[in-house]
């Protein structure tokens, strides 16, 4: 990248299943970032042409019908609120024929339709008072240019999209109750929408002229950024949460393991991916509680590291299941509970650290291997996200996986290049996305160990039934009182 800036804001949790952030707050990461990046060494308002903006999936921003924002606590993509509006929905609708038309794998309480119906029975102030219900990247694009819309990677989250037909289906509209105005229209992620309003562009201090791309979702948009433009290629993400995705014609759909599938920036193409929710943060969460000695390490995750290197191929018979954020479609329930099995007294901090990264591992080659089952992988895996800065952690993949393990020096960049690539695409700078794969230059490449994959291949069948029987257990811990 010519230059990054990174501002944090908030996300509050004000009484259970409810996970909030305020727009208002993204917009003023907007406003701040833009100015140190316009501080930055090479960085020139004069020669920016476009933008494009990517945000979290399943949110729903209230806009009113004078353009104002009706609450300043919206829910994200991970509130689960609306358990029962979920419930209420699906007594009239099948679930699994749900699931085969969205694709909408995540447990489906998250999707924005589910919020939508929640705001329409305990918020009917806001529902009403609402013009549409938009999406957090949309937000922006509005501030940006006062233009209300989505694209079409956006929409495919919002639990009543059609992937096949690219459209909100009517019969799941209808269904929720929700009326079908509230929904913007969809327009492809490279379209301009829009310039800078005049107000805006002082406040950001860039040019009027600049034009503002639909955008995309940050499943599509990191895809693209991962250079994934054609079948088959596939990328793992390696942060707080981890997955695998991978680009397709065609969506992968499994009623049993869910994939979660987005329509891809790209035209005709789609995202579909498998995750675990606690990855980065089950190491997190190693860190802050077993491995408190190694906090005033200068980089207590490469202390870590080092030690896990320490203990051999299987941590010794220790087994880390790594739900400590519940299960994922990939697991028997989502009660399914985290935790270590096979504890032993002679069992050390260094067995400790390497178990969870292979059982973060593990669980990310049960999905790899659904995944495969319908769509033919590459034997280059891509690497991004800050786990990926980890040597140890790509080389215990490469085995895990059995498949080349590639380092680019995109690294963590994937999600903002992808959304450059639809503002240059969309201005014209680019002709296609072609260049996106150009900018991969190789940092690294790790190749399996035959003996070693050999191991891991034993220890993926046991881990998979231990996976089965924490999940059964989860369930005995749900119904259990105390």
């Given at each position: 990248?010519?230059?990054?800036?990174?501002?944090?804001?908030?996300?509050?949790?004000?009484?259970?299943?409810?996970?909030?952030?305020?727009?208002?707050?993204?917009?003023?990461?907007?406003?701040?970032?833009?100015?140190?990046?316009?501080?930055?060494?090479?960085?020139?308002?004069?020669?920016?042409?476009?933008?494009?903006?990517?945000?979290?999936?399943?949110?729903?921003?209230?806009?009113?019908?004078?353009?104002?924002?009706?609450?300043?606590?919206?829910?994200?993509?991970?509130?689960?609120?609306?358990?029962?509006?979920?419930?209420?929905?699906?007594?009239?609708?099948?679930?699994?024929?749900?699931?085969?038309?969205?694709?909408?794998?995540?447990?489906?309480?998250?999707?924005?339709?589910?919020?939508?119906?929640?705001?329409?029975?305990?918020?009917?102030?806001?529902?009403?008072?609402?013009?549409?219900?938009?999406?957090?990247?949309?937000?922006?694009?509005?501030?940006?240019?006062?233009?209300?819309?989505?694209?079409?990677?956006?929409?495919?989250?919002?639990?009543?999209?059609?992937?096949?037909?690219?459209?909100?289906?009517?019969?799941?509209?209808?269904?929720?109750?929700?009326?079908?105005?509230?929904?913007?229209?969809?327009?492809?992620s490279t379209e301009m929408i829009g310039t800078?309003?005049?107000?805006?562009?002082?406040?950001?201090?860039?040019?009027?002229?600049?034009?503002?791309?639909?955008?995309?979702?940050?499943?599509?948009?990191?895809?693209?950024?991962?250079?994934?433009?054609?079948?088959?290629?596939?990328?793992?993400?390696?942060g707080s949460s981890a997955w695998i995705a991978?680009?397709?014609?065609?969506?992968?759909?499994?009623?049993?393991?869910?994939?979660?599938?987005?329509?891809?920036?790209?035209?005709?193409?789609?995202?579909?991916?498998?995750?675990?929710?606690?990855?980065?943060?089950?190491?997190?969460?190693?860190?802050?509680?077993?491995?408190?000695?190694?906090?005033?390490?200068?980089?207590?995750?490469?202390?870590?590291?080092?030690?896990?290197?320490?203990?051999?191929?299987?941590?010794?018979?220790?087994?880390?299941?790594?739900?400590?954020?519940?299960?994922?479609?990939?697991?028997?329930?989502?009660?399914?509970?985290?935790?270590?099995?096979?504890?032993?007294?002679?069992?050390?901090?260094?067995?400790?650290?390497?178990?969870?990264?292979?059982?973060?591992?593990?669980?990310?080659?049960?999905?790899?291997?659904?995944?495969?089952?319908?769509?033919?992988?590459?034997?280059?895996?891509?690497?991004?996200?800050?786990?990926?800065?980890?040597?140890?952690?790509?080389?215990?993949?490469?085995?895990?996986?059995?498949?080349?393990?590639?380092?680019?020096?995109?690294?963590?960049?994937?999600?903002?290049?992808?959304?450059?690539?639809?503002?240059?695409?969309?201005?014209?700078?680019?002709?296609?996305?072609?260049?996106?794969?150009?900018?991969?230059?190789?940092?690294?490449?790790?190749?399996?160990?035959?003996?070693?994959?050999?191991?891991?291949?034993?220890?993926?069948?046991?881990?998979?039934?231990?996976?089965?029987?924490?999940?059964?257990?989860?369930?005995?811990?749900?119904?259990?009182?105390?």
């Amino acid at each position: 990248s010519v230059a990054e800036s990174f501002v944090s804001y908030d996300t509050k949790y004000p009484q259970n299943g409810f996970h909030e952030q305020n727009p208002e707050e993204w917009w003023e990461a907007v406003v701040a970032s833009t100015a140190k990046l316009l501080q930055k060494p090479g960085v020139d308002s004069k020669n920016i042409v476009s933008i494009a903006v990517s945000g979290h999936s399943l949110g729903v921003i209230p806009i009113g019908m004078n353009g104002e924002l009706l609450t300043t606590a919206v829910p994200i993509w991970s509130d689960f609120r609306a358990v029962e509006q979920a419930k209420l929905f699906f007594n009239g609708i099948s679930q699994e024929e749900w699931y085969s038309t969205t694709g909408n794998g995540f447990p489906a309480h998250l999707y924005s339709i589910f919020k939508l119906m929640w705001f329409k029975s305990n918020a009917p102030d806001i529902y009403k008072n609402a013009n549409k219900f938009i999406g957090t990247k949309d937000y922006i694009n509005f501030l940006l240019t006062g233009r209300l819309c989505t694209d079409f990677s956006y929409a495919s989250g919002s639990g009543v999209y059609d992937l096949v037909k690219w459209m909100y289906q009517p019969e799941y509209v209808k269904a929720s109750g929700i009326s079908a105005d509230k929904f913007p229209e969809i327009l492809p992620s490279t379209e301009m929408i829009g310039t800078l309003l005049p107000q805006v562009a002082i406040d950001l201090g860039l040019p009027q002229s600049v034009q503002v791309a639909c955008g995309a979702v940050d499943n599509s948009c990191m895809a693209l950024g991962a250079g994934c433009i054609s079948n088959g290629m596939a990328y793992t993400s390696l942060g707080s949460s981890a997955w695998i995705a991978v680009s397709g014609s065609e969506p992968i759909i499994d009623c049993q393991k869910k994939p979660y599938v987005f329509t891809h920036c790209i035209p005709g193409m789609f995202v579909s991916s498998v995750g675990v929710f606690a990855a980065g943060s089950s190491f997190r969460w190693l860190r802050d509680n077993i491995c408190i000695n190694l906090l005033s390490e200068k980089e207590p995750y490469d202390a870590m590291t080092r030690l896990a290197n320490q203990s051999p191929i299987g941590s010794r018979k220790l087994i880390f299941i790594p739900s400590l954020a519940g299960g994922s479609s990939l697991d028997k329930s989502p009660n399914i509970k985290g935790g270590f099995i096979g504890f032993q007294l002679g069992h050390t901090q260094n067995d400790l650290i390497r178990s969870v990264l292979e059982g973060i591992s593990l669980s990310l080659r049960i999905g790899l291997d659904v995944m495969q089952n319908y769509s033919p992988f590459a034997n280059d895996m891509l690497i991004v996200g800050g786990g990926g800065r980890s040597q140890f952690w790509r080389d215990l993949l490469a085995n895990v996986y059995n498949k080349n393990i590639v380092e680019t020096k995109i690294g963590q960049d994937a999600g903002s290049l992808g959304a450059a690539a639809i503002a240059a695409v969309g201005v014209g700078l680019w002709k296609d996305f072609g260049k996106v794969q150009q900018l991969h230059v190789e940092k690294s490449r790790i190749m399996p160990d035959r003996d070693s994959v050999q191991k891991y291949e034993i220890i993926l069948r046991l881990f998979r039934e231990l996976n089965n029987r924490f999940a059964d257990m989860g369930d005995l811990i749900e119904q259990t009182n105390w």
